[in-house]
């Protein structure tokens, strides 16, 4: 019963459960270090102790006040109270698989690569150095529509069906019209085929909207290039005391904070448009991305409000 956390000892509810006075019993047996002989004795026969016991039961159906099992104490470490396998809890071994077994996302060699390039690429643009395992996993908080989280999380892992990782029949998936693989970076930033000056022009008339008036790389993705979203990870950090007060800026860090979250769904939703739109174009038999014809719709996109992620 103790090796399998007690799950098969018959429960009567609560109150009138024998559980604490059998695990009570363990503990002395243990404690004492003697043999205990387990005697069946007759009831309301010549057995002074089954006697002894009768009375005391007595006593305290009378006095209304019967002794509470549950007080007993049993001192920790004398038994198990949880399933024990070779006398280690399940709970200890599980957490032991887990971390010897199951790689944690950024520890896998998948992410590694996008890991150097990140911290490399932050360090170029911005002249800090941040701690990936830090901002990676906010990808997850960061207000970008859902779907482009899911993408970045696939890129950032290797996983993103698209380039050398794909394998269907689709050559648009594979190889770009300007004769490049495909990857994540390469239709964000733009190629030679795709003129996306006119929708980049789009982005910044809504950022210049929503931003302080301020220069700074967070607020003009175009200077991030070539890694066009990783900024996103990390701009509250790279945006904090990062711009001096001065007369037309007196609190620079509210400004930039509040305006944040919008900024970052702007962007966010501004690369997934044009993810979703080259996955269409790639996808639809009948769809073609010109970007040029795209504006008066992409401006519209982006003046909705966010939306519940
Ligand atoms: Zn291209």
């Given at each position: 019963?103790e090796r399998?956390?007690?799950?098969?000892?018959?429960?009567?509810?609560?109150?009138?459960?024998s559980?604490?006075l059998?695990?009570h019993?363990?503990?002395l047996?243990?404690?004492?270090g003697?043999?205990?002989?387990f005697?069946?004795a007759?009831?309301?026969g010549?057995?002074v102790w089954?006697?002894?016991?009768d009375?005391?039961?007595?006593?305290?159906?009378?006095?209304g006040?019967?002794?509470d099992?549950?007080?007993l104490?049993?001192?920790?470490?004398?038994?198990?109270?949880?399933?024990?396998l070779?006398?280690?809890?399940?709970?200890?071994?599980?957490k032991?698989?887990?971390r010897?077994?199951?790689?944690?996302?950024?520890?896998c060699?998948?992410?590694?690569?996008?890991?150097d390039?990140?911290?490399?690429?932050?360090?170029r643009i911005?002249?800090v150095y941040?701690?990936?395992?830090?901002y990676?996993?906010?990808?997850?908080k960061?207000?970008i529509p859902l779907?482009?989280?899911k993408t970045l999380?696939?890129?950032?892992?290797?996983?993103?069906?698209?380039?050398?990782w794909y394998?269907?029949k689709h050559?648009?998936?594979?190889t770009?019209?300007?004769?490049?693989e495909?990857?994540?970076d390469?239709?964000?930033?733009?190629?030679?085929?795709?003129?996306l000056?006119g929708l980049?022009r789009v982005l910044?008339?809504r950022?210049r909207e929503?931003?302080?008036s301020v220069w700074h790389?967070?607020l003009h993705?175009?200077?991030?290039k070539?890694?066009?979203w990783?900024?996103l990870l990390?701009?509250k950090?790279v945006?904090q005391?990062?711009v001096?007060?001065?007369?037309?800026l007196?609190?620079p860090?509210?400004?930039f904070?509040?305006s944040?979250?919008a900024?970052e769904?702007?962007?966010?939703l501004?690369?997934?448009?044009l993810?979703?739109?080259?996955?269409?174009?790639?996808?639809?038999p009948?769809?073609?991305?010109?970007p040029?014809?795209?504006e008066n719709?992409?401006?519209?996109?982006?003046?909705k409000?966010?939306?519940?992620?």
């Amino acid at each position: 019963m103790e090796r399998d956390g007690w799950g098969d000892f018959p429960r009567t509810g609560q109150s009138a459960s024998s559980l604490p006075l059998f695990k009570h019993f363990l503990f002395l047996l243990r404690s004492h270090g003697g043999r205990v002989e387990f005697v069946k004795a007759k009831a309301h026969g010549d057995d002074v102790w089954n006697n002894r016991a009768d009375s005391l039961a007595n006593e305290g159906q009378v006095s209304g006040q019967p002794y509470d099992l549950w007080s007993l104490v049993t001192p920790d470490g004398w038994i198990d109270h949880e399933p024990v396998l070779a006398h280690q809890p399940l709970s200890y071994l599980t957490k032991l698989i887990v971390r010897d077994m199951v790689p944690a996302p950024l520890t896998c060699w998948k992410a590694s690569p996008f890991c150097d390039r990140w911290v490399v690429s932050m360090a170029r643009i911005f002249e800090v150095y941040l701690d990936v395992d830090t901002y990676v996993p906010l990808v997850w908080k960061i207000n970008i529509p859902l779907g482009f989280k899911k993408t970045l999380w696939r890129e950032m892992h290797q996983a993103q069906a698209i380039g050398h990782w794909y394998r269907g029949k689709h050559e648009l998936m594979r190889t770009c019209p300007c004769g490049c693989e495909l990857s994540l970076d390469h239709i964000l930033m733009g190629c030679v085929r795709y003129n996306l000056s006119g929708l980049e022009r789009v982005l910044h008339d809504r950022l210049r909207e929503i931003s302080p008036s301020v220069w700074h790389k967070s607020l003009h993705p175009d200077s991030w290039k070539p890694s066009p979203w990783y900024p996103l990870l990390a701009l509250k950090r790279v945006e904090q005391n990062s711009v001096k007060p001065s007369k037309s800026l007196l609190k620079p860090n509210e400004a930039f904070s509040k305006s944040r979250s919008a900024r970052e769904w702007v962007i966010g939703l501004y690369f997934w448009t044009l993810w979703k739109w080259r996955m269409a174009e790639a996808n639809k038999p009948n769809f073609r991305f010109l970007p040029a014809r795209q504006e008066n719709n992409l401006r519209e996109i982006l003046a909705k409000e966010p939306q519940d992620n």
